[in-house]
């Protein structure tokens, strides 16, 4: 009898899981499809939140969190007291990142390192005066270890002739010689060919990019501006 008993108790259990497993897949599909419908953001996932009645969504505009009706949406910061302020939307945004540079890192115009210690990658536009200033400093970078992998971040939008100018840039014969270039202010010559470009803006607006240059360490941490290559250096020295 307790055998029969605990039989029924397993498969009651098992049921309510199977039962709450869709009600949650339901509720996702929901807020899917009222951010799409409403506010015409494509949602790349959605999750569970460290807040209870918040789920955290990204999307392709950036990182949210969403009351679980689908009624609220926050664009914030969650803070855990009890983990000595643990940034949980930055140990997110940290996963996310990393998940995004990994898959664009073959389409990325790379300065490498002889003897690399460091990948860092780099959110840049041709036309940005501090990412024209960080350029300059590649060959230092390069010399203490540091590979740079840039990703294009063209900042007047993909309608634009900066746009057009970056793929010039990614397609173009030599694409660091033409980064340098392009960096110094010289035209760039038109090319096209099957690129990233669109791609890695894309990446850059659901990481929450906002301007460049917008520097990426090997942790998944992030240097949102222009920063010495000295200092890059000792950020990540001091990250091990």
């Given amino acids: ?83 000595g302020m643990r940034n949980e939307t930055e140990v997110a945004m940290t996963a996310l990142r990393l998940e ?59 309608n634009s002739e900066n746009y057009e100018e970056m793929v010039s840039v990614w397609c173009a014969a030599n694409p660091q010689r033409a980064l340098t270039n392009a960096k110094a202010g010289e035209s760039v010559d038109s090319a096209s060919c099957n690129n990233k470009v669109a791609e890695q803006y894309m990446l850059g607006q659901k990481l929450g990019v906002r301007g460049t240059p917008n520097i990426i360490l090997p942790d998944g941490s992030v240097i949102p501006g222009y920063q010495p290559a000295d200092a890059i250096v000792d950020v990540l020295n001091q990250a091990g």
């Avoid at 009645?53 to 689908?70: A, E, K, M």
């Avoid at 024209?132 to 992998?149: A, F, P, S, Y």
Wanted: net charge negative; proline share 3%; aromatic share 8%.
């Fill in 100 to 158: 995004g540079v990994k898959k664009m890192a073959p389409s990325a115009i790379t300065f490498k390192a002889k003897n690399e210690k460091h990948v860092i990658s780099v959110f840049t536009d041709i036309s940005c005066g501090y990412c024209r200033k960080l350029h300059n400093e590649i060959g230092e970078l390069n010399d203490k270890g540091i590979t740079v992998n840039y990703l294009a971040f063209p900042r007047a939008g993909l």
């Fill in 1 to 83: 009898m307790k055998v029969v008993k605990q039989i029924a108790a397993n498969s009651f259990a098992l049921a309510a899981l199977m039962v709450s497993s869709f009600t949650h897949a339901a509720d996702d599909a929901a807020i899917q499809q009222k951010l799409n419908t409403v506010l015409g953001l494509e949602v790349e996932s959605v999750a569970d939140s460290p807040v209870p009645g918040l789920v955290q969504v990204s999307t392709d505009r950036g990182f949210f969190y969403i009351s679980d009706d689908g009624q609220f949406l926050l664009q914030a910061v969650v803070l855990n007291i009890d983990e």
